[in-house]
T-cell receptor, first 114, second 115 residues
Framework: GAGVSQTPSNKVTEKGKYVELRCDPISGHTALYWYRQSLGQGPEFLIYFQGTGAADDSGLPNDRFFAVRPEGSVSTLKIQRTERGDSAVYLC????????????FGPGTRLTVL | AQSVAQPEDQVNVAEGNPLTVKCTYSVSGNPYLFWYVQYPNRGLQFLLKYITGDNLVKGSYGFEAEFNKSQTSFHLKKPSALVSDSALYFCAVRDIWGGYQKVTFGTGTKLQVIP
């Protein structure tokens, strides 16, 4: 079956620009997570959705980062006024529910801010 | 706050030998614990999880992990390593009483199985 997909796979942008990263979760998965992974580090939690609502956005580093999931399926991570420090691989994961359920990860979007 | 520590950046083991990848955690309440594996140029994949019950849990590819509450550890083990097990392994924790939904990952341990 289809797994979690993320687009684009690579994104190069200039400092100060706006970017959108898209995640298509596994059909029927109500929980969706965004993570950021820098080289040599583990995934760093950004935000968690249960359905359409952001149940926990405590990991968003500042107000330049925002994410939506308007219909409870596809999610978009939006970064305004990008900075070089935003360069990382952005991972999306989905799961059947919350709590004990394991997450299924997408391949990630590699963001490079020049 | 919840946290995970993977004290070894890299573990080297000879093929056919048993392997252990260490993980310790810190939570306010009771934990859900997970192991994930990341192969080169591939996404993170779930290996196994501990929720409750038997402290020894078995997962994919012959891996198992032992939950030790007194030592707050959840070490990953395999009786006989394969070269194909070489990958990056991540331990993760969720505090089920913390009121948070976040999952915290460790920094990862690179496993190198030597033929």
């Amino acid at each position: 079956g289809a797994g979690v997909s993320q687009t684009p796979s690579n994104k190069v942008t200039e400092k100060g620009k706006y970017v959108e990263l898209r995640c298509d979760p596994i059909s029927g998965h109500t929980a969706l997570y965004w993570y950021r992974q820098s080289l040599g580090q583990g995934p760093e939690f950004l935000i968690y959705f249960q359905g359409t609502g952001a149940a926990d956005d405590s990991g968003l580093p500042n107000d330049r980062f925002f994410a939506v999931r308007p219909e409870g399926s596809v999610s978009t991570l939006k970064i305004q006024r990008t900075e070089r420090g935003d360069s990382a691989v952005y991972l999306c994961a989905s799961s059947l529910g919350e709590g004990a359920e394991e997450q299924f990860f997408g391949p990630g979007t590699r963001l490079t801010v020049l | 706050a919840q946290s995970v520590a993977q004290p070894e950046d890299q573990v080297n083991v000879a093929e056919g030998n048993p392997l252990t990848v260490k993980c310790t955690y810190s939570v306010s309440g009771n934990p859900y614990l997970f192991w994930y594996v990341q192969y080169p140029n591939r996404g993170l994949q779930f290996l196994l999880k501990y929720i409750t019950g038997d402290n020894l849990v078995k997962g994919s590819y012959g891996f198992e992990a032992e939950f030790n509450k007194s030592q707050t550890s959840f070490h990953l083990k395999k009786p006989s390593a394969l070269v194909s097990d070489s990958a990056l392994y991540f331990c993760a924790v969720r505090d089920i009483w913390g009121g948070y939904q976040k999952v915290t990952f460790g920094t990862g341990t690179k496993l190198q199985v030597i033929p």
